[in-house]
């Protein structure tokens, strides 16, 4: 009799054990899978430049809020060296590519981007730069052409891209073109694009219409930098990240958000540009953290295409006071403008996959755990 109640308890033990861990992996499996991504490039921004960043603002980043961190290895197909066209397409594709190629393979073929993946399955998209919206990096995620320098080409496979939100400069492009004269924003309004051709505050206050696709233009050519005045990215994030949620029909959202010209600081050698867009990034990356905490079905990458300038904290720099150097000798012709570094990049991640995103990887594998994350979940 006792054997006979030991083996029931037993049994019962057993299967509450089964059914408790069936519980966890279900849980696990729904925990794993984002119904959302953003990803995050700081352009140009490798360690020091974080760093730099970090020190300068008391010690303290919206970047140590994300528990999981990983490296690429951020070579392109043709040169150890990447370019930013490159680099984004190894995001956005999935492949290594020549420098210079917008959204094409090695032998200058098309190749799918994740946003176009992603798109193709009902979920809404948005691009937001501090640069042109045709520059290298955001053209990588709608436009496939051979050359990074075709901005008038890219333009035109904006408007044929469905992409459902974009903010950045480069107005020109589209409507003083120099090679048809069409104007594309008018092609854009044809097809339910709400334009905002000069952005400024009052377009934090205003309603983002859910049922339109929208774009906003904020320069002519490229947008001025922080010290300058900019501040349009941060609050921009916020009320994209609200649209976005809300756009009728959707299956979650993708959108890669980019501060654009912490790269440019490296190229002009300027450690107080560098710094200055680095906090400015992080603003946004806080802004970012804050709703997917909220939210809690949204996977929040951020990394960069590739160092600038062998950026680096010399002695003598103190907390709030950084004293910046760069390795990179600058070009033959012209020392002032260094150029990118082959260093392995950082990777940040928060949310549900995050735990995908630890390790040393290739930058492809960044399009290949989000895409395996975001169609498995589908």
Request: net charge neutral.
């Amino acid at each position: 009799m006792i054997k006979y109640i030991f083996s029931i308890v037993f049994i019962i033990c057993l299967l509450a054990c089964n059914t408790q861990k069936n519980a966890i992996v279900k849980n696990q499996a729904i925990i794993e899978k984002p119904k959302n991504v953003i990803f995050l490039i700081g352009d140009g921004m490798g360690l020091s430049q974080i760093t730099a960043g970090l020190y300068t603002n008391n010690n303290k980043l919206n970047f140590e809020r994300m528990p999981v961190i990983g490296l690429h290895k951020s070579y392109s197909g043709n040169d150890l060296i990447t370019d930013s066209a490159a680099g984004a397409t190894a995001f956005s594709c999935g492949c290594k590519s020549y420098n210079g190629a917008i959204g094409v393979k090695i032998d200058s073929t098309p190749c799918s981007t994740i946003l176009e993946d992603l798109q193709a399955i009902g979920m809404a998209t948005g691009l937001l730069v501090t640069c042109t919206i045709t520059h290298a990096t955001p053209a990588c995620y709608y436009a496939h052409q051979s050359s990074r320098s075709f901005d008038e080409n890219i333009a035109k496979d904006l408007v044929n891209s469905g992409i459902d939100l974009f903010i950045g400069g480069g107005r020109n492009f589209f409507n003083k073109r120099v090679k048809d004269n069409r104007d594309l924003i008018e092609e854009l309004k044809a097809k339910n694009y709400q334009i905002t051709e000069s952005y400024n505050d009052e377009m934090l206050n205003m309603p983002w219409p859910a049922n339109k696709k929208l774009g906003f233009f904020t320069a002519d050519d490229q947008p001025k930098t922080v010290k300058e005045g900019r501040d349009y990215e941060p609050g921009a994030t916020i009320k994209s990240l609200e649209y976005l949620s809300n756009r009728p029909n959707n299956k979650g959202f993708f959108f890669m958000i980019e501060g654009s010209q912490i790269d440019w600081g490296g190229h002009a050698g300027n450690s107080e540009y560098i710094i200055s867009e680095t906090l400015d990034f992080d603003k946004v990356l806080g802004n970012v953290l804050d709703f997917a905490e909220k939210n809690g079905h949204t996977l929040v990458v951020v990394t960069a295409d590739h160092e600038t300038g062998g950026y680096a904290i010399l002695k003598g720099s103190k907390m709030g006071n950084i004293k910046g150097g760069f390795g990179d000798p600058g070009k033959p012709d012209n020392p002032g403008y260094h150029e990118h570094t082959g260093s392995l990049i950082p990777v940040f991640a928060f949310g549900p996959g995050a735990e995908n995103f630890k390790g040393i990887y290739e930058n492809t594998a960044l399009y290949d755990k989000i895409k395996k994350l975001m169609l498995s979940n589908k």
